[in-house]
Each structure stands twice: as C-alpha cells, then as structure tokens.
C-alpha cells in the first residue's frame, strides 16, 4: 500500500527566504512522485515530477525536489521565496497506476 | 488548449435534489478523474475513466453518487439525492501519457444546504 505524509499543514517564511516543505512516501514499488500547487479558487498544477533518472528534479517557478530513497523522502525546496508562492502544496505518489494518493496538503504563507 | 473545463463553477441547491457536474477534458487525453476536496478528508479519488470506459469506482461514497464519460469528450458527475456533507469542491482531472500528469480543472463547489 502506498501513503504519503506532508510535514506540516502550514508553513510560513519571510520573502527571500528559503521554502522547504517535507514529503515522506511510502510504496512498496518504485514509486512516481510528484508536487502539484493550488492557489486559491482554482485546480492543482503540476510543479515537477520524479519518474526515473537524476533524482534532483526541477520545476517551474525556480522549485526542486530531490528524491532520496533512503529516507522515502520528496521535499521541495526554493532557495528565495517570493510572495507569489504563497498557495497550498500536494505531494503525491503513484505506481503508475494511475492511483494517485496525494497527501494533506502544506499551506505556505509568505510574509513581506 | 483551453485545458479541463468543468462547469457549474459553484452551485447550490437544497438537499434532496439532484445535481450534476460537468466536464470536457483536454483533447486527446485517454484518462479521466473524479475527486473530491474537503477540508476534513483532503483530495479523495472517486473514480477514474480511460478510453471512456470506468476502471476503478472504489472511490464513489455510495450508491447516490454515479458517473458516466458518453463520449471522449464529455463526462458527468450525479449525486442523488443530495446531502450536506457532500459539499465540497468536485474537480475533475485528465491525463494522457503513462508517468500520469494530471491536468485539472478549475473545480466546481458544491454547498447542499
């Protein structure tokens, strides 16, 4: 069975600072990874993926992921905030089987 | 491409009635999602389509919910009769390659009061 945990249902940094949200995975096969962002009133847009190959992934709007199996984990990082990032982030697995399992959801704020 | 289009954006209705929710998917995309978002449960799969045809429902809460995808370029999503705690934001999503993409529409909120 595959589960995701998002650390932290709200995050908050200042502008410029650097954006880190937490993704733990559990699958018992190679899994498909992937961050979507939300902002208000609107659908969930993929940010980047993990399939296979380079385990550094990069986005769009300067956001990566590193996929390190070792720690099942999927974080996803920007090194300067801007306000623009401020939304909601969803991590999500998959088999490729197209069942997704996405997790809570990581509100981030970012303060001027 | 005008991307997933879902329709009503928002609608509210009275429980007990019908409701129906609407989607036209990205051309040439094979797969169909339903989900639903709620702040308790987050995003929940209810069902997934491909090639029009319905693969996994496991998902539908009950027998008021059921959904159809007509055609590659059109599906619906019926609740029957409706209940407040089915209000939640209903988006549909679709995909067309095997790493599974998914492109979303922009949700339509339910509220049954």
């Known amino acids: 069975a595959q589960s995701v945990t998002q650390l932290g249902s709200h995050v908050s940094v200042s502008e410029g600072a650097l954006v880190l949200l937490r993704c733990n995975y559990s699958?018992?096969?190679?899994?498909?990874l992937f961050w979507y962002v939300q902002y208000p009133n609107q659908g969930l847009q993929l940010l980047l993926k993990?399939?296979?190959?380079?385990?550094l992934v990069k986005g769009i709007n300067g956001f990566e992921a590193e996929f390190k199996k070792s720690e099942t984990s999927f974080h996803l990082t920007k090194p300067s905030a801007h306000m623009s990032d401020a939304a909601e982030y969803f991590c999500?697995?998959?088999?490729?089987?197209?069942?997704?399992?996405f997790g809570t959801g990581t509100r981030l704020k970012v303060l001027a | 491409d005008a991307g997933v289009i879902q329709s009503p954006r928002h609608e509210v209705t009275e429980m007990g009635q019908e409701v129906t929710l609407r989607c036209k998917p990205i051309?040439?995309?094979?797969?169909l999602f339903w989900y639903r978002q709620t702040m308790m449960r987050g995003l929940e799969l209810l069902i997934y389509?491909?090639?029009?045809?319905?693969?996994?429902d496991s998902g539908m809460p009950e027998d008021r919910f059921s959904a159809k995808m007509p055609n590659a370029s059109f599906s619906t999503l019926k609740i029957q009769p409706s209940e407040p705690r089915d209000s939640a934001v209903y988006f549909c999503?679709?995909?067309?390659?095997?790493?599974?993409?998914?492109?979303f529409g922009e949700g339509s909120r339910l509220t049954v009061l």
């Open positions: 993990y399939t296979t190959g380079a385990t």
């Open positions: 999503a679709s995909s067309f390659d095997s790493t599974g993409e998914l492109f």
């Open positions: 389509f491909n090639n029009n045809v319905p693969i996994d």
């Open positions: 699958s018992s096969v190679p899994p498909y």
């Open positions: 051309s040439g995309h094979d797969y």
């Open positions: 999500a697995v998959s088999t490729g089987t197209y069942k997704y399992i």
